[in-house]
Every structure is written in C-alpha cells, then in structure tokens.
C-alpha cells in the first residue's frame, strides 16, 4: 500500500519539477497523525523556494490513488501530509502481502544499475578481526539491499596480496619456521606475531619436511609467502561462509600488476594531461577535480605509491560494466574518499558513481569490561572468537542495528541472552509464534488463504499490526537508497513489539469463524514479513525457538 502511494507522489514530484527528491513515506509516530505520512510538500518547496503547505495543497489535489485506497488526507504542522487508509483498503493489502510471500518487498527500480560493492577486502596477513565483521555484515546488507529494490548486484572482495606487508609476513612466518625447528629467530620489525603463524609454520613443515628450515632463504621466502597467502585466504574464506557473506569476485591486487590494468590507468591519466613530473617523480593533477592537494603516483625512486593499484582497480571496475561502485572502508581512510573521487571524475566518470561507506571500530565487551585481544591473534579479538562465541545471527544483526559510522559496542552477554532483552532473540520469537498458532491450530499457513472479512479484525491491536506490515516495502526502498541496513532493523523490533502484543491481547482459535480465520491470515502475513525481513539481513526465521 505504501508503495502504491510511493508511486503516486514520485509521479507528482516530477509534475512538480522536483524528480529527485528523497520524500519518504512512513508511519507517523502519534497515530493520530494518520497512517501514512509524508514530506514531500516541504523537499519540494524548497527546491522552489515556496509555501511547503502551499505545495501540500497541489500535491494533495494532484492525488490520482485507485478508489477506495485512502479515506483522509490532512495537511499538518509545516506542510507534512497525513493520510488515512481505507479498511477494505487494508483488507486488499494483507491479501496483497500473502500473495507475494518470500517477495514481499521486493521492487523494480525505475532506473536498474550494475552495481559492484566491495567490501572485506582484509589484507591476507593473519585472522579476520570484529571490524572486518562489521564491515563484512554492512556490505552484505547493502548489497542484499539493492538486488531487493531491483538492481543487478556484484558482491567483491579486493585481496590486499601486494606490497610490504606481505613481504613482512612472508619473512614472519619463516622466524616462524626457524623457531618450530628450535632455532632462535625473531619476526622482523613491524611483522606479525601472533600464535596463528605458528600453527602455519607447523603445516608447512607438516608438508615440505624438516629439512625445510635449512634451506636457503632465495627459495624458502617465495615459499612461505605463497603458503601464507594461501592458508590466510582459505581461513578467511571459510569463516566469511559461517558468517553467510559469499562473494561473487575475488581481485587480486598482484594481478592489477601483472595483468598490466596499472599501466592501462596511468595511459588514461597521461591521454587526458592529468600527469606531471616534478623533482624526479610523477604526479597527478587532482586538485582540479576537488582534492585538497595534487597526489603522487610514482616516487623518485619509481616505486608506485598504493594510490596508483586503487586506481587501475576502480578503473578496472568501471571496464566490466558496472554504472555504480560501493566501497566499505574504515573510518580511518575517510581522508581517502576525495582523492579517489576526484581521480574517477578526471577520468569522466560521474562523482555521484563512487559512494564509500565508512565503519567505525567495534569495541567488545564482556562481563562489563573490554575485551581487547584474541589468544591466537595476539593483539585484537577475532570475528572466529565472537562467530563462537555469540552465533551467526546474533553476529551479524547486532553489527547491522546500529549506523555504521558510529562506533559500537558488541555486548557479549546481551547477544547470548535468551529473552526478550535481545532484539535478534525478540525479533525471531515473534517469527516463532507467529508459526505457532498453526501448529495449534493443526494447519499449515498456507491451507488459510488470503480472503478475509474486514470485519473480522475488530481489535485496535489488528489494525495496528497490518498497518505496520504494509510499510516494510517503504522500509526497504529507503533503507536501500540511504545504504542503512539499521532501518530494517528497527523496523523489525517495531513490527516484533506489535506481534507479540496482539498475540497476547487478540485471541486467534477459538473465536468466532471470521475472526478466527482473518486473524490466522494476519498471522500467515506476520510470519512473511518477520521472514522476509530476517532474510534480507542474512539471518535465520525459526519456527521454534
């Protein structure tokens, strides 16, 4: 319903002039509001400089719903827009809501785009750490996000397999070997310590023999490093699957070397006058494009600063056909945005085609306190070690309620309660009574159909509920263009709070036939859209708990 009404206001914002402005429809918070509301009147007087109630009036009057979907309209405080849905409105969008089932909150974007959206991307060096998950439970969110609202989605994970650090970890791993031979060696400075790189030192002692460690370094380094990078990526893949993140495309960044990608971009840069030498080195002219200051590509030396591999890389992406390009990074590469950016708009491509989303770190906490390193990592706690510690689900919805620029605290022992305190718990408990009523009621859900008599849902807590369903389309369209799993999230604890209590304050069997069986169909599409909710976010929807 929503999204019909969605629709009609779209249409009238281009009428208007204002096409692209970001209205939103949603359920007032005061339910004396309406049951939908908007504030389309006010984005669009302001692109016109004009009266918002004024704009109201003409939205209003330019209103062309089909008959019977509204019963009310009111224009409210500074131009906000009330609306009032007709009962036999509702009754039509709950059968609406069964009738789609797993696709309920699905839509067709108007304009479909090949989106890539890259994310992970952990350097190979040692295991993957609770931020990793945070931005690993973001991208996939996202990206889930934007195939429900009709777009054509790429999920990519950038393997960071070049450069010093692996040349660091190549040698860390051979101190390692050293020592499993009973050999005083030490990691050089500014490698990896952790217990982890003992165990890889054992396997690959396990696989080339004792007599490994006596080799020369010229043949064992080449050795180690290909073992490292091998045995971290297989880890890294195998705990990405537990946590239900599957990529689509694995880049290597040594292959943006040898493939010759690096040269390709540094052509194009040099074809559009964009480079210039200076004391021996080669720079790019990206203050023209809204950087704070020209960046160097190649140093004095004639190394390659790590700008010039993201380069060929975005540059590559854009090669394969994809019209938008996602980035989940750190909150610490914030300063990074506007280099990239303004590196893609000098080679043409539109600055609003490349987004970052940033993740702040993740603290955890247990007992009250902080949790501050991992036995096998040494110096952080592990995804592994939480994923253990708390589950999947648990994992993955607590990283996604929260905005992902604000840093988090992951409280251990809140995500392990079995109580209505979790909301994961809360939200999956009210999924399992919903698929409890036909347990007792000896029936499955679908054997209800999808007729109902309005006058069956005589409760103020059955109107409450349906009309809660019938915005989670909404929920997800804007979740999805905002790139805020978070709002799912809270839409879901919402709907969850209104199940279990209709569940507790409407009685289901045993009441009068049409009661009975139009509360079992509100149930059924309770029950869809708790599922179709806990899915989008990659988490189960028992129907036992």
């Known amino acids: 319903m929503s999204d019909l009404l969605r629709a009609e206001l779209s249409r009238i914002a281009t009428a208007l002039g204002a096409p692209e402005v970001p209205f939103v429809v949603e359920r007032p918070r005061d339910a004396g509001h309406g049951d939908l509301a908007t504030n389309l009147a006010m984005l669009v007087a302001k692109t016109r400089k004009a009266n918002p109630r004024k704009i109201a009036e003409e939205v209003i009057a330019a209103l062309a719903l089909p008959e019977g979907l509204v019963s009310r309209t009111e224009i409210a405080g500074p131009g906000f827009i009330n609306f009032w849905l007709a009962q036999d409105a509702l009754a039509a969008q709950l059968q609406a809501i069964v009738q789609a089932g797993k696709d309920y909150g699905r839509s067709v974007a108007a304009v479909p785009q090949r ?38 989605v790429t999920r990519e994970f950038y393997i960071n397999d070049a450069g010093a650090q692996i040349d660091k970890l190549a040698l860390s791993l051979w101190a390692r070997v050293q020592q499993s031979v009973g050999r005083a060696a030490e990691p050089p400075e500014g490698g990896y310590f952790g217990e982890y790189l003992m165990e890889t030192a054992a396997a690959l002692v396990a696989r080339e023999g004792p007599a490994f460690a006596d080799r020369p370094e010229t043949e064992t380094i080449p050795i180690c490093r290909r073992f490292a990078l091998e045995s971290q990526r297989v880890e890294q893949d195998e705990l990405l699957r537990d946590f239900r993140v599957v990529f689509d495309v694995h880049t290597s960044e040594q292959s943006i070397y040898d493939s010759g990608k690096l040269a390709v971009a540094l052509d194009l840069l040099r074809d559009r006058g964009l480079l210039f030498e200076h004391e021996g080195a080669l720079w790019m002219r990206t203050t023209s494009f809204g950087d704070d200051k020209d960046r160097v590509l190649r140093k004095s030396d004639g190394t390659y600063t790590y700008l010039v591999p993201d380069i060929a890389y975005h540059v590559d992406k854009f090669r394969r056909g994809f019209d938008h390009l996602i980035d989940v990074w750190g909150a610490d ?115 209800v159909g999808d007729q109902i008599d309005p006058a069956g849902l005589p ?87």
């Open 333 to 447: 590469h914030h300063g990074y945005i506007p280099r990239m950016r303004a590196v893609l708009v000098a080679l043409g491509h539109p600055a609003d085609s490349f987004e970052v989303a940033l993740i702040q770190l993740v603290k955890v906490v247990k007992g009250g306190e902080e949790v501050k390193m991992s036995k096998r990592a040494g110096n952080f706690v592990t995804l592994r070690d939480l994923l253990d510690d708390v589950g999947t689900d648990a994992a993955r919805y607590f990283f996604l309620m929260r905005r992902s620029d604000t840093p988090f605290a992951f409280d251990v022992d809140l995500a392990r309660k079995q109580t209505d305190e979790n909301p994961v718990f809360y939200v999956q408990m009210a999924h399992a009574r919903m698929a409890g009523l036909f347990r007792v009621a000896g029936r499955l859900p679908e054997d």
């Open 459 to 545: 409760a103020p807590q059955d109107a409450e509920l349906l009309k809660t369903l019938t915005t989670f389309p909404a929920v997800v369209a804007r979740a999805a263009a905002e790139r805020e799993p978070h709002r799912v999230t809270a839409y879901l604890e919402e709907l969850a709070r209104l199940a279990h209590g209709w569940y507790h304050h409407c009685r289901v069997l045993g009441e009068p036939p049409a009661v009975e069986s139009a509360r079992l169909v509100l149930a059924r599409a309770a029950r869809i859209v708790l599922g179709n909710g806990l899915a989008l976010l990659g988490l189960n929807a028992p129907d036992r708990m």
């Open 115 to 152: 989106v890539n959206v890259e994310f992970v991307s952990a350097n190979p060096t040692g295991p993957l750490h609770v931020g990793h998950g945070r931005g690993a439970a973001l991208g996939d969110a996202v990206a889930s996000l934007l195939a429900w609202t009709g777009h054509e």
